[in-house]
């Protein structure tokens, strides 16, 4: 792992946490290993060998320009929800027709967006494939298109982050299918290319991959016997990091693939949307401790980081482990780790085990890399925090500090 502890310091890989937070000018900040990135990525190149397929992270998860121009680089294709999603991964040089654009939603300029550089493009519903229509004559371009089928199985997870279920807000309606078959195949515009599902996040058993991927193999033959030649299964991303840091056996990117291999065809490729699963275990929320106080029931370590910078702890009350950067000799006792915002939801952490620190320790919030900066918010006017990357023993500012004057301009008119 490239955060470990050494002489009761906190390193990411080559560099002490504890000297970064006295360089950088700026708390909180998020910290992330460039080297854990490259690993991440290789583990699924790794366990897709002998298999066509493409490996879309999916941008919705962290959407920092360096890391998605390195992860361009090592192969990367590209998951988009969004056409400003879109954009940025064309700023990062990512290859158009190794890209996706999902959701339920997706507005008339992101859809003509896509068709004119060729992205392929998912469809979800009934107007949602109207909509994919309509752009693609505004184009004037042919689009490849995937079908959104929700194989109804339960990935067991919170239930915000469930998408594959029967009553999810995403995906056609299966028993619909035929509707959509008979509709692509009287436009001339329209090419379906493949069939895809999306079971939900934080998956931490391959066996729910592998019933899926049952249920769409049929789909992808039943499709097939009305005549379309279809290439692709994309089964989605999902799979989860040890938040918990107990050693938990989490599946790895090899178990997930080796789990499934035996149902693909030789004719069929794999599409997979890694985000959590690349970047979540390779940063670090880096805060100071502000203080200590009891209300005489519960003790509270309070930070200047928040749920402003760092929501997912208190929008899905999860846990991400929280440890010093540095020593503190001192008492055990639990604390809620909380921040400045003015919320009692403001938490980063409740009922942690923790030695008393001292005012101004370092403290980390482990496994931030997904999910977390691009969470981040404006509220009580906090401004977003800086973002650093470790590369071997340099460290790189790959996002300033947000500030007050950057805030301001949003309000500036031509009058």
């Not at 482990?366 to 023993?393: F, H, I, Q, T, W």
Request: with cysteine; net charge negative; charged share 25%.
């Amino acid at each position: 792992m490239s955060f470990y502890v050494n002489d009761d310091y906190l390193y990411c890989d080559g560099l002490k946490i504890k000297d970064i937070q006295e360089q950088v000018p700026h708390s909180p900040f998020y910290l992330y290993s460039l080297d854990q990135i490259t690993a991440n990525y290789t583990a699924y190149e790794t366990a897709l060998e002998g298999l066509e397929s493409i490996i879309g992270y999916a941008i919705k998860a962290n959407n920092n320009l360096a890391i998605l121009r390195h992860l361009r680089k090592l192969g990367s294709g590209a998951v988009l929800v969004s056409g400003n999603e879109l954009r940025i991964a064309m700023a990062a040089g990512f290859d158009p027709e190794q890209m996706l654009l999902n959701g339920n939603g997706k507005t008339h300029p992101e859809l003509i967006l896509a068709a004119r550089h060729g992205v392929m493009i998912n469809v979800d519903s009934e107007f949602d494939f109207e909509h994919i229509q309509q752009a693609a004559r505004v184009a004037e371009k042919t689009v490849n298109v995937l079908i959104r089928i929700n194989p109804d199985v339960d990935p067991q997870v919170h239930h915000y982050v469930s998408t594959g279920i029967k009553n999810s807000k995403f995906g056609i309606r299966n028993e619909r299918l035929h509707w959509f078959l008979d509709r692509i195949n009287d436009d001339s515009r329209l090419n379906l290319v493949g069939v895809h599902c999306h079971l939900g996040s934080t998956i931490k058993k391959t066996s729910i991959f592998r019933d899926a991927t049952e249920l769409m193999m049929e789909f992808i033959d039943e499709i097939r016997s009305q005549g379309f030649e279809v290439k692709y299964l994309n089964i989605g991303g999902g799979l989860g990091i040890d938040y918990e840091r107990t050693g938990e056996a989490i599946p790895s990117p090899a178990d997930l693939i080796d789990s499934i291999r035996d149902l693909l065809t030789s004719d069929v490729g794999l599409i997979i949307e890694p985000g959590r699963s690349i970047i979540g275990n390779t940063a670090a929320f880096v805060n100071r401790v502000v203080g200590v106080k009891t209300n005489g029931n519960k003790n509270f370590i309070v930070t200047d980081g928040s749920m402003a910078e760092l929501i997912r702890p208190s929008l899905y009350d999860t846990y991400q482990h929280i440890d010093f950067i540095e020593p503190v000799d001192a008492e055990i006792e639990a604390y809620d780790v909380v921040g400045p915002v003015c919320e009692s939801a403001d938490f980063l952490g409740k009922d942690r085990s923790l030695s008393t620190p001292h005012e101004g320790a370092g403290l980390v919030v482990y496994d931030a890399g997904a999910y977390c900066y691009a969470m981040s918010s404006n509220y009580n006017l906090k401004m977003r925090p800086p973002e650093y990357l470790v590369d071997g023993e340099n460290l790189v500012e790959i996002r300033r500090a947000e500030n007050l004057e950057d805030y301001m301009r949003l309000f500036e008119t031509t009058q």
